[in-house]
């Protein structure tokens, strides 16, 4: 840990988080360096927030030890971190008639003297900040005005005009549309490639902390800490199923997304799809509650994993492979069990000479 501790901007050994002295998560180890994007990511309630608020001493530590650019936060002033490290928590900001400017123009008050007042140089970068998540129209506004979309963008500007060099963020996307989920993610990541910020945070999103983080930490229900990785590692198999304990429909890692309980049954209907064709009618048959049956579909087509999710039977070939005469064989024997049948393809190519002979023979069938 002392080679991570001097490596990193900020590092936890050993930490043990809670209240009242009482531990809550034990044995927590993380480290974030520049120019990374940390991510906590967890069920409700599992303790993500409690970790962010001991990390940045909102919280006293039940045991263990934090360090901020290889300094004990411990022994640091208040002052001394605040112009490391700026912070973006959930909940109200108290605020007494302030616009949205001057809600900003708190992160500069740790570069002000005792009287607070701000330079020129200050205000330009109050309004640079506001720029940077397109909230210059936002400025004269009351802040206990405006919507809580603008709020959060509020909030993150107050937090960039700090100029730290780690951001901590409790759900920066909350009650952010889906624009602006991805404005602000992308300005996340820009900083953290061009001005080698840290950045920790936690995130109910887990499309998008597949996609945005470096490093993922997972907090387990039962108050413990899970995996620690790379996405590629944390989003593999049925680790996120069994992290949420999900017992109704499943979470498709190839696709960061949900898919609802597959209904159960015979299938009634047969659907020839394909690179993607067959997902909407897997849906709504999902939706109108009728089982129904996928194929021929390929293990490396694109809607195999969610015909895998949704269908109560799926007929399969191994990829890159014609398909057998057992596999054409299965699919004809459920297609005729089928009352109906939904083609989902214009034209087949030529491996999809089998999927063509399905066709034709509902087609012959009255099934179409």
């Known amino acids: ?11 936890a050994e050993d930490i043990s988080v809670g209240y009242h002295n009482l531990p ?15 991510t906590l990511i967890g069920p409700n309630g599992a303790g993500k927030s409690t970790i962010l608020k001991s990390l940045i001493g909102q919280l006293k530590l039940v045991k263990g030890a934090v360090w901020l650019d290889g300094t004990s936060m411990g022994t640091m002033k208040e002052k001394e971190i605040a112009l ?4 973006m928590m959930t909940g109200r900001v108290k605020t007494e008639r302030m616009t949205c400017e001057e809600v900003v123009s708190m992160g500069r008050y740790p570069y002000t003297g005792k009287m607070g007042i701000l330079t020129e140089k ?25 919507s809580d979309g603008q709020r959060q963008r509020v909030l993150l500007a107050r937090a960039i005009c700090q100029e730290p060099q780690v951001i901590v963020l409790d759900e920066p996307t909350a009650f952010l549309d889906i624009r602006h989920k991805l404005e602000l993610l992308y300005l996340l990541k820009n900083m953290v490639r061009e001005k080698k910020v840290a950045v920790l945070m936690s995130l109910h999103e887990l499309d998008l902390a597949q996609k945005i983080s470096d490093h993922i930490i997972c907090v ?13 590692e944390i989003f593999s198999g049925d680790y996120i199923k069994e992290l949420f304990q999900i017992e109704k429909g499943t979470y498709l890692t190839d696709y960061g997304s949900v898919e609802l309980e597959a209904v159960k ?10 690179n993607g064709t067959g997902i909407p009618v897997y849906r709504q048959l999902q939706k109108e509650g009728i089982p129904f049956a996928a194929g021929i579909l390929w293990e490396n ?3 195999y994993p969610v015909a895998e999710a ?55 069938l009255g099934k179409i």
């Open 1 to 11: 840990m002392a080679e991570e501790r001097s490596s990193s901007y900020i590092c």
């Open 24 to 38: 809550l998560i034990q044995k927590i180890n993380l480290h974030v360096n520049r120019g990374e994007i940390l």
């Open 84 to 87: 490391r490290m700026s912070v």
């Open 122 to 146: 200050d205000w330009q970068i109050v309004r640079e900040s506001l720029e940077l998540v397109q909230g210059l129209e936002l400025a004269e506004k009351d802040f206990e005005a405006v």
């Open 220 to 232: 387990k229900g039962d108050n413990s800490i899970g995996r620690f990785g790379t996405p590629e």
């Open 265 to 274: 049954g015979e299938p009634k209907v047969f659907v020839i799809g394909g």
């Open 301 to 303: 087509d694109r809607e």
């Open 310 to 364: 949704l269908a109560s039977v799926v007929i399969r070939e191994k990829a890159f492979e014609s398909v057998s005469d057992a596999t054409f064989e299965t699919a004809v024997k459920v297609l005729k069990n089928c009352e109906k049948v939904i083609c989902c393809m214009e034209n087949f190519g030529t491996y999809q000479e089998p999927c063509r002979q399905l066709w034709k023979i509902a087609k012959d």
